[in-house]
């Protein structure tokens, strides 16, 4: 969502695209600066090889 950005950070940050092997972690993180008032909510996104597809993180906040 617009809303919402995913931003690098930490010691082993993650990048669009990033390719991890098993085991292997990245850090990320979520910004949220609201342009409107009232609730916003969003989903991020992470694509992965499992049988049960891509896995989807919820988001909501609160614009005032």
């Given at each position: 969502?617009?809303?919402?950005?995913?931003?690098?950070?930490?010691?082993?940050?993650?990048?669009?695209?990033?390719?991890?092997?098993?085991?292997?972690?990245?850090?990320?993180?979520?910004t949220f600066s609201p342009t409107v008032t009232g609730t916003?909510?969003?989903?991020?996104?992470?694509?992965?090889?499992?049988?049960?597809?891509?896995?989807?993180?919820?988001?909501?906040?609160?614009?005032?």
């Amino acid at each position: 969502s617009g809303d919402y950005a995913i931003v690098t950070m930490g010691s082993s940050p993650c990048t669009n695209g990033t390719v991890l092997a098993p085991g292997a972690a990245c850090t990320y993180g979520i910004t949220f600066s609201p342009t409107v008032t009232g609730t916003i909510s969003g989903v991020a996104t992470f694509s992965n090889s499992t049988p049960t597809g891509p896995q989807l993180v919820t988001l909501s906040g609160a614009g005032h």
